[in-house]
């Protein structure tokens, strides 16, 4: 009887679908699953591969499936698109699933260790109370300024604010003070979130290797050296340093044909929390430079003669995840190029 040497699996909430197909492509078997069939059903199969589309929970099944014995193969879902035949439907899905993992030029998404999962969710939760802070920050500012009540948009505008809340003689409706109180206390608590969460970012850097190793090249902090420890998978996976960038969204976008190169803008099809931290700290590693002086006949220097600064920010920025990737890869320190020449 034939035998299924790669599974695609259709993930889903509660129903998933199952094609099983043969090294040759032949139909093994469709099944349709509740999430409880699931790993019971794969745990009957020889050890095979078990193809996935790499989107919401496909880490977590890819630890599991590993654990039967089976080999996890995360693809990313614009790669399975083009597999799907005509209609569209979930058992369709399952099948482009197989059809894409058994190709040998596939490319395929690193499964997530659950610790570096654990570091993500602390990671994107801090981030998202500073946008739930700034948010509620503004808020407070444009109903108090329908009051006449005004303050700047810094922090000193908001410790203004909250003196003219407690101050009687400024002139406002009570309820609008009452509201206004909510406000103060909910900015408060988030803030005091805020700074326990970075005092366990900073001494979880104090322990980390990497983190140290890597706030060594100009323009990377402990955020951008938190979040390439956080996100990025392992650098071995990366042939090549443009590789690396390329993973980031950090390289043009290409349109060649006829043996010309048309290279456009920068692609952002990649990891947004780093890239967005690199761009950041170009920026400022420029604006330095800028201000305090740029070395004679640097490569900076011949760069900011040519491009506008935010073009400068994103190739030094390309130049930057090369050089993370080279020494993640090497476990060597950062060694100035300018230095070195």
């Given at each position: 009887m034939t035998t299924a040497t790669i599974i695609g699996l259709d993930l889903a909430k509660n129903v998933f679908h199952a094609h099983g197909a043969s090294e040759a492509g032949a139909v093994v078997f469709r099944k349709k699953l509740s999430r409880s069939q699931v790993l019971p059903f794969l745990s009957e199969q020889p050890k095979c591969i078990v193809a996935m589309e790499a989107c919401a929970t496909a880490h977590g099944w890819a630890r599991e499936i590993e654990r039967l014995g089976h080999s996890p193969r995360l693809i990313p879902p614009q790669y399975v698109k083009p597999y799907v035949k005509r209609q569209k439907n979930d058992m369709a899905d399952a099948e482009a699933i197989a059809e894409a993992g058994s190709r040998p030029t596939m490319r395929f998404v690193e499964p997530k260790p659950e610790d570096q999962q654990i570091s993500a969710m602390a990671y994107r939760t801090r981030q998202m109370f500073i946008g739930q802070r700034t948010q509620t920050i503004n808020a407070l500012r444009s109903h108090l300024a329908e009051h006449g009540v005004i303050a700047a948009t810094n922090m000193c505008g908001l410790k203004k604010l909250s003196?003219?809340?407690?101050?009687?003689?400024?002139?406002?409706?009570?309820?609008?003070?009452?509201?206004?109180?909510?406000?103060?206390?909910?900015?408060?608590?988030?803030?005091?979130?805020?700074?326990?969460?970075?005092?366990?970012?900073?001494?979880?850097?104090?322990?980390?290797?990497?983190?140290?190793?890597?706030?060594?090249?100009?323009?990377?902090?402990?955020?951008?050296?938190?979040?390439?420890?956080?996100?990025?998978?392992?650098?071995?996976?990366?042939?090549?340093?443009?590789?690396?960038?390329?993973?980031?969204?950090?390289?043009?976008?290409?349109?060649?044909?006829?043996?010309?190169?048309?290279?456009?803008?920068?692609?952002?099809?990649?990891?947004?929390?780093?890239?967005?931290?690199?761009?950041?700290?170009?920026?400022?590693?420029?604006?330095?430079?800028?201000?305090?002086?740029?070395?004679?006949?640097?490569?900076?220097?011949?760069?900011?003669?040519?491009?506008?600064?935010?073009?400068?920010?994103?190739?030094?920025a390309n130049r930057m995840a090369r050089a993370i990737w080279a020494m993640l890869t090497k476990n060597e320190d950062y060694k100035n190029p300018e230095a070195v020449a």
């Amino acid at each position: 009887m034939t035998t299924a040497t790669i599974i695609g699996l259709d993930l889903a909430k509660n129903v998933f679908h199952a094609h099983g197909a043969s090294e040759a492509g032949a139909v093994v078997f469709r099944k349709k699953l509740s999430r409880s069939q699931v790993l019971p059903f794969l745990s009957e199969q020889p050890k095979c591969i078990v193809a996935m589309e790499a989107c919401a929970t496909a880490h977590g099944w890819a630890r599991e499936i590993e654990r039967l014995g089976h080999s996890p193969r995360l693809i990313p879902p614009q790669y399975v698109k083009p597999y799907v035949k005509r209609q569209k439907n979930d058992m369709a899905d399952a099948e482009a699933i197989a059809e894409a993992g058994s190709r040998p030029t596939m490319r395929f998404v690193e499964p997530k260790p659950e610790d570096q999962q654990i570091s993500a969710m602390a990671y994107r939760t801090r981030q998202m109370f500073i946008g739930q802070r700034t948010q509620t920050i503004n808020a407070l500012r444009s109903h108090l300024a329908e009051h006449g009540v005004i303050a700047a948009t810094n922090m000193c505008g908001l410790k203004k604010l909250s003196a003219m809340i407690e101050d009687e003689t400024v002139s406002m409706p009570c309820k609008v003070r009452e509201l206004a109180h909510v406000y103060v206390d909910h900015i408060a608590q988030l803030t005091a979130q805020i700074a326990e969460m970075t005092g366990e970012m900073r001494e979880m850097a104090k322990k980390s290797a990497v983190v140290k190793r890597l706030q060594t090249v100009p323009g990377v902090g402990l955020q951008t050296a938190m979040a390439v420890e956080t996100f990025a998978p392992d650098p071995g996976c990366f042939s090549r340093g443009r590789d690396f960038s390329a993973w980031l969204g950090l390289v043009p976008r290409q349109n060649s044909t006829g043996g010309k190169s048309r290279l456009g803008k920068v692609s952002k099809m990649g990891q947004v929390d780093i890239r967005s931290h690199l761009i950041r700290g170009a920026m400022s590693v420029i604006s330095a430079a800028t201000r305090f002086g740029i070395k004679k006949g640097s490569w900076l220097e011949r760069l900011l003669a040519r491009k506008p600064k935010l073009v400068a920010a994103v190739t030094l920025a390309n130049r930057m995840a090369r050089a993370i990737w080279a020494m993640l890869t090497k476990n060597e320190d950062y060694k100035n190029p300018e230095a070195v020449a």
